[in-house]
């Protein structure tokens, strides 16, 4: 089995969707979180100088969604068939734009500007993101077809960090609420929910 050592700050950011599915998975690999002290060293030795960064047998990978559609394909988790593949991409791209307008709304500094920001995410774009995957999700709990994808992780990942700004998002979301709990009861990522370190974001 290749030995995969994966790097990062220590927090969930752009490495916790990478660090869930290798949970998914059941596959080892070595976690190194580094203090953001180190950054300025270790920079200049990455490939496009950021992290996350992955290690693979020697052959060191970047990009965030690069190296997490890498990890799900080493678990099984893009999907069956080329069709569920795509489906799943459309999926993730999707997450992803609304996951930029909550980055938007969590980094502004002027309070009144941050407070008119997260009133409109909350009144508009997230209620529209999750009735459209409401719809997207089938009633077993799945995104694609009947076993977990990383479609399912990604979104789970996601509203793990979009909760905690809105507690209440997924009330009246039954099918979404049945991917998370499908997610969290995969064993592989139950244990690392109980055992992952605890921090700020």
Not at 44 to 72: H, N, W
Not at 103 to 119: G, I, M, P, W
Not at 133 to 145: C, K, L, P, R, T
Request: aromatic share 10%; hydrophobic share 40%; glycine share 8%.
């Amino acid at each position: 089995m290749p030995s995969y050592k994966l790097t990062y700050f220590n927090v969930r950011g752009r490495a916790e969707l990478i660090r869930l599915l290798f949970a998914t998975g059941g596959i080892p690999y070595e976690d190194v979180r580094i203090g953001r002290d180190k950054w300025p060293e270790l920079k200049p030795k990455t490939p496009m100088g950021q992290i996350p960064i992955l290690e693979v047998d020697g052959q060191v990978y970047c990009q965030s969604m690069a190296i997490a559609r890498f990890v799900a394909r080493e678990a099984g988790l893009l999907g069956e068939s080329s069709s569920d593949q795509a489906r799943a991409d459309m999926l993730l791209d999707g997450g992803a734009e609304v996951g930029e307008l909550l980055k938007e709304v969590v980094l502004e500094k002027d309070a009144s500007k941050r407070a008119e920001k997260k009133k409109e995410f909350s009144e508009k774009s997230l209620p529209h993101f999750l009735t459209l995957y409401e719809g997207f999700a089938n009633d077993s709990g799945h995104f694609v077809g009947e076993s977990l994808t990383w479609a399912d992780i990604s979104f789970f990942n996601m509203m793990d960090f979009l909760t905690a700004e809105f507690p209440s998002a997924l009330e009246g979301y039954d099918k979404l609420n049945k991917i998370i709990e499908n997610v969290k009861s995969n064993p592989g990522i139950a244990k690392w929910l109980k055992e992952r370190p605890v921090t700020d974001h």
